[in-house]
């Protein structure tokens, strides 16, 4: 780092360190699903990427509609695209917990494996039905450019749109799991399966539901994850081991857990990616974290909830 | 030799399916099969060492290792470097900048022979290293989670993450790895060439009687006392560890073992296929060896050698046919397996029902109280979850 001046240094940590904010949205809205998923039901999601690359083929499609038919809608078609994305992968997920998550509850290990099943055979369905090659939607014109902070320093707005999209998603979620009816019985749930179901919740449903909702996030973030790069029928297992160790290293089920390791693991990934090449940052930021799950195995804020 | 074949097979069932494997394996295959097709036996076979290792990991003890790929690429690695020193003598790499150093290296603009390469010009060191140097990395990551009472998916995770660490660490690096080409072009070793067809063919017989020693040696360790250890651990860990058993402890030499049996087969694909590169270790081979085994049987030993060759076979037929179908069919078939025979193909023998299996069942329901747990030990597997011991072990801390 010798070479850089002061101010130089400054000057890469903020630009790093925002386009690092860019795959700590998208880590955080992976993590958040995967952390509802794995939290309510002890399933592990491994075509949780998939939902995510869902999401960014709507957003593409609906990209392409709207230049056919409405290119006046054009600027909008964003927004609503996003709403479509979390309705699309949400359905899917109600369907796949339908067909086969129920039946495999209580044995995490094999909802790990069924769901890897799962991952490969949307994979090779995108892969039919959309192409093989990579495809990124057209963005809006306000999507584009960048605000001038200081000489050598450009903020993307897609960047600050993404960021903002994860943040109202984020609270969203805390608002609907601790103040909305169906929060209350998820978190019951969550806590005692058995009493929530004796005292008349339909566990089922809560399941179901919390599955979906979990997929939808995804949906999201992959609309999101179409500002930053173009998607392809494997861009969701590019992500998936980093979701995973954003909510293990978080500590499972923990909301705030996931916003502190997703924060932690973006940021040491951007930051050191430009110090070391590419593979090298990504290999040094794992590694840290896998050390630190050897000393701290229980993640971050680990959650204080009995078993089942 | 009764007793012996006692020890090892419980059943006479067994006994004939070992002896079934042993006739498919060395005489039937050799005899109808060319030797092309003899030597992708051979390469399929290699990644059952890793999937007896699993039965023993995953079936008998309940751990879930992503991250197998790891090991079978660190043997692998090991083998590889020993015969690409051998194929870069000063002679034949004479055009080079930098004769006596491998080709890759030279292209990268290194002019020495890295350090950790130095010791692999020597062939024991290697055969040393193939066992030892995989058994100790599972052994440090094995002692360092077993110990703080990770297990299950959080095992599963942080091991599949060690894959990907692993793949990209070699990709990045490739001046002293060889980075996504990996090693190739190896010619001989010790000077024997094992590229011939006849070297092809002995290399398969090796690797078919080191898998049958591994086998039986497995066998032995799963009817031993540490075998029914192990299933007591998987199915209630914190009984085996109140009763004074050093749970970590096993589970890590369970792992180490594994690792080490994964280190052999990736050494002995390499002898067979020529080449080792970080795609054969990344996060999906890793998962794939899971799905021989799961295929297989995950509590059979010999069923998890015939998924290998089962899966593996399918593979080769239908992706050269079918390439956009085979991977429906591999999701599909594993989403099965998992849903509705969690016991592999090995499983449904069992769901036949025999007049003596009929009898012994009727007894033991007599026997025991009604409500009580079935007295078939894989019947006890994960299956009813309410005794899975990966996830609670962790909600206990």
């Known amino acids: 780092m010798g070479e850089y001046t002061n101010e130089e240094l400054q000057s890469i940590l903020i630009m790093q360190g925002f386009s690092g904010l860019s795959l700590f949205s998208v880590l955080l809205l992976m993590g958040l699903g995967l952390a509802l998923i794995f939290g309510q039901m002890g399933v592990i999601n491994m075509a949780h990427g998939e939902f995510m690359a869902l999401g960014a083929y709507t957003v593409y499609y609906c990209s392409t509609l709207t230049e ?9 078609y964003f927004v609503a695209a996003i709403a479509l994305a979390f309705v699309i992968s949400a ?15 209580r044995r995490p290990l094999d909802t790990l494996l069924a769901t890897w099943g799962l991952s490969l055979i949307l994979q090779q369905s995108y892969r039919s039905l959309f192409g093989a090659r990579e495809v990124t939607p057209t963005l809006p014109e306000w999507l584009m450019g960048s605000f001038a902070i200081k000489e050598g320093l450009d903020i993307p707005i897609n960047g600050v749109f993404v960021l903002g999209l994860s943040i109202i998603v984020t609270a969203f979620l805390i608002l609907f799991l601790f103040r909305s009816g169906f929060g209350l019985r998820l978190r019951a749930t969550v806590q005692n399966r058995r009493m929530s179901g004796a005292v008349g919740i339909n566990t089922g449903k809560v399941d179901r539901l919390a599955f ?22 494997d861009s969701g297992s590019r992500y998936i081991v980093d979701a995973f160790l954003v909510v293990v290293s978080g500590g499972t089920a923990s909301l705030l857990g996931c916003l502190a390791s997703a924060f932690g693991i973006a940021q040491a990934q951007s930051i050191l990616e430009f110090f070391l090449d590419g593979t090298k940052g990504k290999v040094a930021t794992l590694l840290v974290i896998v050390l630190a799950l050897m000393i701290r195995p229980q993640g971050l804020f680990p959650s204080k909830v009995r078993g089942h | 030799m009764p007793l012996l074949l006692r020890t090892v097979f419980k059943t006479r069932g067994e006994a004939i399916a070992f002896g079934a494997l042993l006739l498919l394996i060395l005489v039937i295959f050799p005899i109808f099969l060319p030797v092309f097709r003899l030597n992708l036996v051979g390469k399929y076979l290699t990644f059952g060492f890793v999937a007896v290792g699993l039965v023993l990991l995953w079936g008998r003890c309940g751990i879930l290792s992503l991250g197998q790929g790891v090991f079978f690429g660190l043997g692998g690695y090991c083998m590889a470097m020993f015969l690409k020193l051998e194929a870069s003598d000063p002679v034949t790499t004479s055009i080079q900048s930098t004769p006596g150093i491998p080709d890759f290296m030279d292209w990268n603009q290194l002019t020495a022979l890295p350090t950790f390469w130095e010791p692999f010009k020597s062939l024991p060191f290697t055969i040393f290293a193939v066992f030892f140097v995989p058994a100790a990395v599972a052994f440090i990551i094995g002692w360092a989670l077993f110990k703080r009472r990770v297990g299950g998916v959080y095992f599963a995770i942080i091991t599949q993450a060690i894959a990907l660490i692993l793949s990209l660490g070699i990709d990045g690096n490739q001046g002293y790895t060889g980075g996504r080409n990996g090693i190739t072009d190896l010619r001989t070793l010790n000077g024997w060439d094992i590229r011939s067809e006849n070297a092809q063919c002995i290399l398969y017989f090796v690797s078919c009687s080191l898998l049958f020693i591994v086998v039986l040696g497995s066998k032995y360790i799963i009817n031993t006392r540490l075998g029914r250890v192990l299933v007591a651990i998987r199915d209630r860990e914190d009984r085996v560890r109140f009763s004074g058993y050093n749970v970590a402890m096993i589970r890590t030499f369970v792992f180490a073992f594994a690792a080490m049996l994964s280190g052999l087969g990736g050494a002995l694909f390499v002898l067979q296929v020529g080449f080792m590169s970080p795609s054969i270790i990344g996060i999906i081979p890793s998962i794939e060896m899971v799905i021989f085994t799961a295929v297989g049987g995950r509590l059979s030993v010999i069923g998890a050698i015939l998924g290998c060759l089962i899966v593996n076979w399918g593979k080769t037929t239908f992706s050269e046919a079918y390439p956009d179908l085979w991977l429906y069919l591999m999701g599909g078939t594993f989403i099965a397996v998992v849903m509705f025979f969690p016991n592999g193909l090995v499983g449904l023998l069992d769901k036949i029902p025999t007049q003596k299996g009929r009898y012994s069942q009727l007894i033991a329901r007599l026997r025991k109280p009604p409500g009580s747990p079935s007295p078939d030990e894989d019947e006890a597997l994960p299956a009813d979850g309410t005794n899975n011991p990966s996830i609670r072990s962790n909600e206990h801390q």
């Open chain 1, 212 to 233: 979906a909702l979990g997929c939808g996030i995804a949906g999201i973030a992959g609309a999101a994850f179409t500002t930053i790069g173009s998607t392809g029928p």
């Open chain 1, 91 to 105: 359905l899917l997920g109600a369907l796949v917990e339908w067909l086969m998550i129920r039946h495999l509850y």
């Open chain 1, 68 to 76: 056919k038919f409405a290119p006046a809608f054009g600027p909008y």
